[in-house]
Nanobody, 126 residues
Framework: QVQVVESGGGSVQAGGSLRLSCTAS????????MGWFRQAPGKEREFVAT????????DYADSVKGRFTISRDNTKRALYLEMHSLKPEDTAVYYC???????????????????WGKGTQVTVSS
C-alpha cells in the first residue's frame, strides 16, 4: 500500500514563495516517476510538473515554467516543489503523485500517475 503525504502549503501574497514537500511510503521510492498536479476551485485537476526516477528529466506546465522547480531526494524519500513569483492564479490544492513507471508518460491518463496524496492548499492573494 502506497501512502503519499504532502506538506508546505499556505497563504502568501503575490510575488511570494512557497516550498511544497511530499513523502511516499510503501514502495521503492527511487524507482518511480513522480509529479505535482493542482486543482483550482471549479476547475479540473491539471499538470504542474513531473520528474523521472533519478531526477534527470523534468517537465513543467507552460504556466509555471521559470517560476517553479521540481526536485527529489531519493535518500529521504522526498519530492519537492519550489514555487517563486507566485500569482493569484496559482491558488489551488496541490497534489503529489507517484507513477507506476520510472519515466513519465505524458500520453497516459494523469501522466501515468497512480497514487495520490490528499493535497495541500496554496492560496495566493493579490
Amino acid at each position: 500500500q502506497v501512502q503519499v503525504v504532502e506538506s508546505g502549503g499556505g497563504s502568501v501574497q503575490a510575488g511570494g514563495s512557497l516550498r511544497l514537500s511530499c513523502t511516499a511510503s510503501g514502495r521503492i521510492f527511487s524507482a518511480y516517476a513522480m509529479g505535482w498536479f493542482r486543482q483550482a476551485p471549479g476547475k479540473e485537476r491539471e499538470f504542474v510538473a513531473t520528474i523521472n526516477w533519478s531526477g534527470s528529466t523534468t517537465d513543467y506546465a507552460d504556466s509555471v515554467k521559470g517560476r517553479f522547480t521540481i526536485s527529489r531526494d531519493n535518500t529521504k524519500r522526498a519530492l519537492y516543489l519550489e514555487m517563486h513569483s507566485l500569482k493569484p492564479e496559482d491558488t489551488a490544492v496541490y497534489y503529489c503523485s507517484v507513477s507506476t513507471g520510472s519515466s513519465v508518460d505524458p500520453s497516459a491518463d494523469d501522466y501515468g500517475m497512480r497514487y495520490w496524496g490528499k493535497g495541500t492548499q496554496v492560496t495566493v492573494s493579490s
